[in-house]
Structures are given as C-alpha cells and as structure tokens.
C-alpha cells in the first residue's frame, strides 16, 4: 500500500509542478495588459483633456468679442438716449422762448411807436426751429456728415439763436462721428469757452480732448486735460482727467 501511494505521488509530481509553474508567468502576462490598457486610457483622458482646453479656450476668444461688442452697441445706445435728452429739453425751451417772444411782440404793439434807429430784421423764429430740427434729424438718422454741415450753417445764420450752444455741443458731436477731427474738437472747444457752466462742457472737454489726440495733437491734448482738471474737479470727466495727468 506504501508503495502504490509513492508511485502515485511520484508519477502526480511532475504534473503538479507542470500546471503550478505557468502562473507566474500568466500573473505577468495579466498585470502587462492591465498596465497597457490603462496606459491607453491616461492617453485617451489627456487627448480629451486637450480638447476641451481648445474649446474652453476658442470659447473665451468669442466670448471676449460678444463683450466687446455688446460695449460698442452699449455706447451707441447711450448716444442716441443724450441726443433724445437734449433735443427734448430743447423742444421745452423753444416752446417757452417762443411764448416769451411772442409776449414781447404783443407788449410792442401795445406801445405807441417811437422813432428808433434801424434794426436788422430778426431772424424768423419758426424758420429757426425748423433749421436746428432738419439738422438735429440729420444726426439722429446717422448722417453725421449732412447733419455736421447743417449746424454750421444755423450757427452762422442764428449766432445769438437759444439754442447756440446745443448746435455747438452737437455739430461738434456730428464732426467727431464723421472723423473730422480737428472741426470738432474746434466745436468743443467754443462751447466749453462760451458755456462753461452748462452741465454738458466738462463732456465736451472730455470729447475735445479725444479729438485731438485722433489729430495727433497731443500738446493741445494735454493741455485740454489739464484744463478739465482744474475747472471741473468734481466731475466725472475731470476726475478721468486726473488720471490720465498722473499716468503720464
């Protein structure tokens, strides 16, 4: 019985040691194609990787135009919103010079005659209005060349005209869109001069200013800003002012 035991063990060894041997070898053969694959699956998450990075960033590019476009219909829109405003409240105030104008004419009738010197004829006050809307029509429609040329024409057919300084503060607005520069900053110039206390000539300085540096007249630039500085320090425009005067 012993020795059939140890024939039977002796004849099972080799087998046993033929299938125990292998497995080291398949333990190899397992963990190379687990480390492929997962090698193949960094290489794939990193291609993915960068693509998202191309599109994050292609993203960013549009965006930042979207913005700076939205920007530029931004200030359009506010043009337009301060053209409105102004041509409003100068519709209120021909409406009352008119009635005051009017109150004047009837009082002289009133009066009995004096003999007085010669007068040169007062411009037509509905012929007025009606230069200043065709022009103020003009710049509302875009035509800021037409609209430009129109309110150089009432400034020089009306100059004691009410409404003098709106058709100096927006012919010089008509001129800056139509890149013409040095007229505007011309314009912007007489209005801040001759009305330094409407509520628009720090605006017009500000403006002045701009134009000139599209001149290239960076002295005459430099100088406009140091005058906002100083005789508008409260103001937006002058605030802006100073900082541009520190920077450079």
Same mark, same amino acid.
């Given at each position: 019985?012993?020795?059939?035991?140890?024939?039977?063990?002796? $004849?099972?060894?080799?087998?046993?040691?033929?299938?125990?041997?292998?497995?080291?070898?398949?333990?190899?053969?397992?963990?190379?194609?687990?480390?492929?694959?997962?090698?193949?699956?960094?290489?794939?998450?990193?291609?993915?990787?960068?693509?998202?990075?191309?599109?994050?960033?292609?993203?960013?590019?549009?965006?930042?135009?979207?913005?700076?476009?939205?920007?530029?219909?931004?200030?359009?829109?506010? +043009?337009?919103?301060?053209?409105?405003?102004?041509?409003?409240?100068?519709?209120?105030?021909?409406?009352?010079?008119?009635?005051?104008?009017?109150?004047?004419?009837v009082r002289k009738l009133e009066q009995p005659p004096a003999e007085t010197k010669a007068e040169a004829p007062k411009p037509d006050p509905a012929l007025e209005t009606r230069d200043y809307e065709a022009a103020l029509a003009g710049l509302k429609a875009s035509k800021f060349k037409e609209a430009?040329?129109?309110?150089?024409?009432?400034?020089?057919?009306?100059?004691?005209?009410?409404?003098?300084?709106? $058709?100096?503060?927006?012919?010089?607005?008509?001129?800056?869109?139509?890149?013409?520069?040095?007229?505007? $900053?011309?314009?912007? +110039?007489?209005?801040?001069?001759?009305?330094?206390?409407?509520?628009?000539?720090?605006?017009?300085?500000?403006?002045?200013?701009?134009?000139?540096? $599209?001149? @290239?007249?960076?002295?005459?630039?430099?100088?406009?800003?140091?005058?906002?500085?100083?005789?508008?320090?409260?103001?937006?425009?002058?605030? @802006?002012?100073?900082?541009?005067?520190?920077?450079?």
């Amino acid at each position: 019985m012993r020795r059939a035991l140890v024939s039977f063990a002796a $004849a099972l060894l080799p087998v046993l040691l033929a299938t125990a041997l292998p497995v080291p070898a398949r333990a190899g053969m397992f963990d190379d194609d687990e480390a492929r694959t997962r090698i193949e699956q960094l290489r794939a998450e990193v291609t993915d990787l960068g693509k998202r990075a191309d599109t994050t960033s292609r993203n960013q590019i549009d965006f930042a135009n979207q913005v700076e476009a939205i920007k530029t219909d931004i200030a359009k829109l506010r +043009g337009q919103i301060e053209v409105l405003t102004y041509g409003l409240d100068a519709a209120q105030k021909r409406q009352k010079d008119f009635y005051v104008d009017l109150d004047n004419r009837v009082r002289k009738l009133e009066q009995p005659p004096a003999e007085t010197k010669a007068e040169a004829p007062k411009p037509d006050p509905a012929l007025e209005t009606r230069d200043y809307e065709a022009a103020l029509a003009g710049l509302k429609a875009s035509k800021f060349k037409e609209a430009a040329i129109s309110f150089l024409a009432f400034i020089k057919t009306y100059p004691n005209s009410s409404l003098a300084a709106s $058709a100096h503060y927006w012919g010089a607005y008509a001129h800056a869109q139509a890149r013409d520069h040095a007229a505007a $900053a011309e314009l912007f +110039g007489k209005f801040a001069a001759n009305w330094p206390n409407d509520e628009r000539a720090p605006g017009a300085l500000e403006s002045r200013v701009a134009s000139l540096e $599209a001149s @290239k007249d960076l002295k005459a630039a430099r100088a406009t800003l140091e005058q906002l500085a100083e005789k508008y320090p409260n103001s937006e425009a002058g605030k @802006k002012a100073k900082l541009r005067l520190k920077k450079k």
